[in-house]
């Protein structure tokens, strides 16, 4: 892959790079419906796929919040047009690297040294580049050390290059930002947070001890020694890619086993830590033999007892038989509004019923079978659905806690993972769950 020889870091150079690309889709949109008015005839289907390479093109080029932005949505394929969603995917590995100049300026800006200095020897080409910062292979004194490097002026562009981003997450979504201002204040928090590198080594090296007792959980050890605000430094794994291992030709019982770990590695977090790894997808996690290395913490959200008791209620058994239940729990977390119709809150109150149905199916199985196309295939079949839903559409109001935005990110993601994996996982309820 070519490496990329400067970043906009200028907060004025990124705005016009972001808004020159909503003026080219803007074109675009402009040109389609002038050839369906002379001809009668346009493909609306290539239409969204000229518009979406024209808007990943520009956030991989910015990389940073938009780059991250892409990488988020294209977690659930069924928030998004599928132009969308397949252009977006590509943000979890092929955004190109940094050339080797950006990385020892960064070097001397945060340790007044080239990384050689350093290091007894440092590759100048990225082993890996991500949305926030890219991964260099480096050694001292014998031993290997993954170091990864943030893009220049990232953290400092990041609140504004979401101001100009936003406008063009809602046209793609179909959202009102008035509906949705408290879940962009929650991803903005979030990704603020994964540009401070000493915040993540922090998060790493107490989830990674929090989770050492799991048998098939890997971590890397962490050096702040040489880490700081921009820079982290951590011991290089070798293993395969998780999406490698998934695709290849691993027996059922590998799978099973690596599915498990990672199902008990996050009900841990979530149910008895409250602290998880918020960012579930493949290029996170690598395989060695039987065991699930996790590669990266920058993304980590932390809930507390009482919004985690009003979350996992929806996995009562009686809600589904229970109107009433189902009415309070969903007003508890403001799912339902007092400013609801009769007939909007039976709309919701239909479609909460059918989600719980199709996503609690893991919990209420003895062994889960992610193996089975259907499952996924149902979910992202009531996402679109619901996305083409000119009635819930019209329902108005923001709705549900931010806090949720993370989790069933979480969750979407795990799903997600344990499908490619085609794993069969135990999953119960968790305990100390109380359903009143």
Partial sequence: MSTQERIRSNRLDRMAALAGAGARVGMNYLKHYGRQAISGQADPDALQEKNASEVF????????GPLKLAQMLSIDQSLLPPAYAKQFARAQYSAPPLSYPLVVRTFRREFGKDPRDIFDTFEPQAAHAASIGQVHRATRGGREFAVKVQYPGVAESLRSDLAVVKPIALQILGLRERDVAAYFREVETRLLEETDYEKELSSAMHLSAACAHLPQIRFPEYHP??????????DWMDGETFDVFA???APQDLRDSIG??????YAHQIHDLRVFHADPHPGNFLVSGDKLCVLDFGCTKTIDAAFHAKQFAFLDPALETNPARLAATMESMAILLPSDTPAQRAHLMTLCKRSLELLSRPFRSPRFDFGDPAFMSAIYELGEENRKNDALRGIRGQRGSADTIYLNRTFFGLYSLLT????RVQAPIPTGLVFE
């Fill in 225 to 234: 020694e040489f880490s700081t605000r921009r820079v982290i430094t951590m």
């Fill in 57 to 64: 093109r520009t956030f991989s080029e910015l990389k940073g």
């Fill in 247 to 249: 695709d290849g030709p």
């Fill in 260 to 265: 498990q770990a990672l199902w008990d590695f």
């Fill in 420 to 423: 490619r994996l085609r794993s």
